[in-house]
């Protein structure tokens, strides 16, 4: 290639270059990039935790700011979680080893009669990006399924999305047995799909709808400080 002199030796960067090279190859979405730089930081001794924090999540909160306020879109996002997953399948054994914090825990999935993935695939990733543990149940999720998800993994948040007019009011159902279990005020609920709205969130008694990836980060972010915080204090 004719470029090959421009081209940026990752291993040859001090620590602070590398991690903002590392930013700049997570909004390119260069999977390849990113492994290298987290095998890099590692052989330099870094922590994993460190790693996640001021390298990946560092990086994905610019891609989700920048997707919030429309400079970059839905495939840009999904190469930047792409490329960000390539290191966190390096970062993710090493970080179960050192019992390293999470920000907290979500389920999500898509409700019954409803086969639309996409968008619950990008919060899901953003989330993760954003330093929680995801648990995606998929698509065409009964109450069933998400009561037993909930029961298994014991997350802070449930998230459901839906994307027809028609499966939106399943959410109600999910949420209606949820209350009728007694559960209801152990998670918090946070919905989104094309169709929905805030007013519709506050109908079905969802905690927050979420118009998109971004806010959905922002809102469980915000929801799980506070859950926390009156962990502490209780």
């Not at 990086?59 to 792409?82: H, S, W, Y």
């Not at 993710?92 to 409803?114: F, N, Q, S, W, Y």
């Not at 968008?119 to 929680?132: P, T």
């Not at 009561?147 to 959410?171: H, K, Q, R, V």
Request: proline share 3%.
């Amino acid at each position: 290639m004719s470029d090959d002199q421009d081209d940026i030796i990752l291993s040859e960067l001090d620590d602070d270059e590398l991690v903002q090279q590392m930013f700049d190859d997570l909004y390119d979405g260069l999977r390849d990039e990113i492994m290298e730089g987290v095998n890099i930081l590692l052989e330099r001794g870094w922590a994993p935790y460190d790693i996640l924090t001021k390298a990946l999540v560092g990086g994905m909160t610019i891609v989700g700011k920048d997707f919030r306020d429309g400079i970059l879109f839905v495939p840009e996002v999904l190469l930047a979680a792409n490329a960000m997953k390539g290191g966190m399948f390096i970062l993710k054994p090493l970080l179960a080893e050192t019992g390293a914090p999470r920000v907290g825990k979500m389920v999500i999935g898509t409700v019954k009669g409803d086969i639309h993935d996409i968008g619950k695939n990008l919060v899901g990733m953003m989330m993760e990006g954003a330093g929680f543990e995801v648990v995606d149940l998929g698509i065409n999720n009964s109450v069933e399924k998400y009561l037993d998800a909930l029961d298994a993994e014991t997350p802070d948040i449930l998230g459901m999305s839906a994307l027809l007019t028609t499966t939106m009011p399943y959410m109600k159902v999910v949420i209606d047995t949820m209350i009728e279990q007694g559960i209801r005020d152990d998670y918090i609920v946070l919905v989104g799909g094309a169709p929905l709205n805030e007013e519709f969130g506050k109908a079905i008694g969802a905690d927050a709808y979420c118009r998109d990836a971004a806010v959905a980060v922002e809102t469980a972010k915000e929801f799980v400080g506070r859950k926390h915080n009156q962990g502490v204090t209780a």
